[in-house]
């Protein structure tokens, strides 16, 4: 595709132009250098896998309402680079189906009659747009966030999103109340408007059902490779016991029990939890245990004991004190899933101080364009 008319100033894609095996070549430099910095060695180190679709595949995307220049025109999308104030609209993004951009053009339309919300007085009601999709099942969530200011034509809005020519079908339309001074979004109520506030999607044969603030993988088709490389790695988990820690919607875990004998998923967001056991009962799966709450909190009051370890840690890793207890448990395997390099050598730097080796590691670029890279690890004791 060519260079995106959006580069001058949005900085979403810093990679944008550079042909894609470049990209892989500078991203699987980086992690290795991150490598040697931390003293980390691997027995093994597998190139970088590559995405299968290196545009239009991000599922999600939380546009915000705003301007590009103070008390210009309102403008709808990306922060701008290096001004985290201004706004860009991006209305002919490259890394989401089109049917995006036509919701966010046919949106933002719509919502100049309405006053955007200015961050610094706390005023106004247009703040986000939230717009979800299911690539396998081509089903499309639009979420229209505000504040809970009067005058907003929820019906009309209905009309024009539903009255749209696209791909996908839109199963469902809402209205997020968001009065919070915090900038960010936080749903303080939610109005379904038409249809439902979930959609579902497919991952590795297993049906999900993602509700409108549910973390999702951002790229599925790529995820899909990851997890089914990393479930690979380890030598046998049938008729074992596994705990999946910072399971999210329960994703791996439930791929995991579809060998293993029972499988313990620790995550933090209710949320999710709540998705987690809400989906393991869709693919009517019964091995499955989802606690909520921090990981670290969990496994010192758990009498379970697991055969098998994997982690799917946020950014900032896992912390020493969560580490010193993964540890204790002594499971022969542990498989670490990381999208952030830098804080999983930091970890398995720890790691290798109580004797366990890494046996295996494997980048991936699940988000080309961009500056983000993830990572597999095998370590064994």
Known sequence: MDICKHDQFCGGCVYQGMPYNEQLALKEKEVIKLMEDKDVHSEKIEPIEGSPIQYRYRNKMEYTFGDLVKDGPMTL????????????????????????????????????????????AHKGMMRNLIVRAGIHTKEILVNVVTTSELGFDEEKFVDIISSLK????????????????????????????????????????????????????????????????????????????????????GTITQTL?????????????????????????????????????????????????????????????????????????????????????????????YLSYHNYKLKYLKPFDNFPNTKHTECIALLEK
């Open 257 to 349: 029990a579809l060998k293993a004998a029972q499988v313990t998923g620790i995550e933090i967001i209710p949320e999710a939890v709540e998705a987690a056991k809400e989906n393991a009962k869709l693919n009517n799966l019964e091995n499955c245990q989802f606690i909520c709450g921090d990981v670290f909190k969990v496994l010192r009051e758990l009498n379970k004991k697991p055969d098998i370890i994997v982690v799917d840690p946020p950014r900032m890793g896992i912390g020493e004190k969560a580490l010193d207890l993964i540890i204790k448990y002594d499971v022969k395997q542990l498989i670490y899933i990381s999208c952030n390099p830098k804080t999983l050598f930091d970890n398995l730097y």
């Open 77 to 120: 999308g990306m922060h701008k680079k290096g001004n985290f104030m201004s706004v860009v609209t991006v209305d002919d993004c490259q890394l989401v189906h089109e049917d995006f951009n036509i919701i966010l053009d046919c949106t933002i339309n719509f919502c100049k009659e309405y006053t955007k919300y200015h961050k610094r």
């Open 166 to 249: 696209l791909e996908n079908e839109v199963v469902g339309i809402l209205r997020t109340i968001n009065d919070n001074v915090a900038d960010a979004v936080k749903c303080e109520k939610l109005k379904i408007l038409k249809g439902r506030d979930y959609y579902m999607e497919e991952i590795m044969g297993l049906d999900f059902k993602v509700s409108a603030f549910s973390f999702f993988q951002t790229n599925v088709i790529a995820v899909e490779k990851l997890y089914s490389e990393a479930l690979e790695l380890i030598d046998d988990y049938r008729d074992k016991n596994v705990f999946d820690l910072f399971c999210g919607t």
